[in-house]
């Protein structure tokens, strides 16, 4: 068990430099390239919008924290909100031209992987 913290403890480190460099490279939170991520393959996929709970089921963030990172992606114009038809309480997000831009620059330009993080891929 100590083992594992120690090693826990390094990843948690790795994880947190990737993010940093993440930041510097492409100016935006690991949360909001993981909702720019899958919402992009969503794009590729043809389904072209997701409710907020799909999102929060997809990653795993609660409720609370999806509306965070989504109003932050919204705030930088990368997502579009849209009403749905049946049910007007209810919202889908689709990346916007801005956010299908910024989807293919995380794609395109990768970010260094420190090398803990890399011997677990």
Sequence with gaps: MENSLCLMKDVLKAFY?????LVQVH??????????????EKETDHKV????????EMTGFSASHTSKVLRS???KQWINRTVCDRD?????????????????????????IPEILNKLL
């Design 27 to 40: 100016s935006l939170t690991m949360n909001e390239a993981i909702l720019l991520c899958i919402l992009g």
């Design 17 to 21: 430099e990737f993010e940093k460099n």
């Design 88 to 112: 007007k309480r209810k919202m889908y997000f689709s990346l916007s031209a801005e956010g299908l831009k910024k989807y293919r620059q995380l794609r395109s330009l990768p970010v260094d």
């Design 49 to 56: 919008h997701l409710s907020a709970s799909d999102i929060a």
């Design 73 to 75: 992606a919204e705030t």
